[in-house]
T-cell receptor, first 114, second 113 residues
Framework: EAQVTQNPRYLITVTGKKLTVTCSQN?????MSWYRQDPGLGLRQIYY???????DKGDVPEGYKVSRKEKRNFPLILESPSPNQTSLYFC?????????????FGEGSRLTVL | SQKIEQNSEALNIQEGKTATLTCNYT??????LQWYRQDPGRGPVFLLL?????KEKRKERLKVTFDTTLKQSLFHITASQPADSATYLC????????????FGAGTRLFVKA
């Protein structure tokens, strides 16, 4: 089954404690992206990656890091989380070979930073 | 500034009626526009994509129109059902080669039986 898998789905942490949200896709997609979703603001892009070792900033990259060492994985790293990073996070992927546009999303990771 | 606007107020309609959702954008020249459905606590699911040179696209009970002059897309669900109740997101893709997809905040649809 084609899917994007995120872990953890739920996480409560404290300010300053480094955490990583993993994302893995099994569709051999070149493009992967991270979004955060906040009430009234919709989905805002954090970082995206066009392929292995190629990443770029989205609209709200401050406080986040990413890496793309393998095609299937695109982890999101919060080096020193702060309460304003409390949000619902989504990873997404799509093919770049044919510009179909369709994004495949994971089920989301709800993060609370105390 | 660049902006995508969807009606922030929820849309309530009766089962069997046609639901029409609006997506307006400013200061963009998108290559194409997409619509997604999102259920509470779940990830968005792709519904339809329409390109800048297309006026209308249909898929079963769904219809999307795209007016690049008005900078507007309309999303229609005909013969709506309670199962259509969800939040619907509009998304624009810029032809930048970077595959940057920008989303609106979404419109919540409630279909009453």
């Amino acid at each position: 089954e084609a899917q994007v898998t995120q872990n953890p789905r739920y996480l409560i942490t404290v300010t300053g404690k480094k955490l990583t949200v993993t994302c893995s896709q099994n569709m051999n997609h070149e493009y992967m992206s991270w979004y955060r979703q906040d009430p009234g603001l919709g989905l805002r892009q954090i970082y995206y990656s066009m392929n292995v070792e190629v990443t770029d900033k989205g609209d709200v990259p401050e406080g986040y890091k990413v890496s793309r060492k393998e095609k299937r994985n695109f982890p999101l790293i919060l080096e020193s989380p702060s309460p304003n990073q409390t949000s619902l996070y989504f990873c997404a992927s799509r093919t770049a070979r044919i510009n179909t546009g369709e994004l495949f999303f994971g089920e989301g990771s709800r993060l609370t930073v105390l | 500034s660049q902006k995508i606007e969807q009606n922030s107020e929820a849309l309530n309609i009766q089962e069997g009626k046609t639901a029409t959702l609006t997506c307006n954008y400013t200061n963009y020249s998108p290559a194409y526009l997409q619509w997604y459905r999102q259920d509470p606590g779940r990830g968005p699911v792709f519904l339809l994509l329409i390109r800048e040179n297309e006026k209308e696209k249909r898929k079963e009970r769904l219809k999307v129109t795209f007016d690049t002059t008005l900078k507007q897309s309309l999303f229609h669900i005909t013969a709506s059902q309670p199962a259509d109740s969800a939040t619907y997101l509009c998304a624009l893709d810029m032809d930048t080669g970077g595959f940057k997809t920008i989303f609106g905040a979404g419109t919540r649809l409630f279909v009453k039986a």
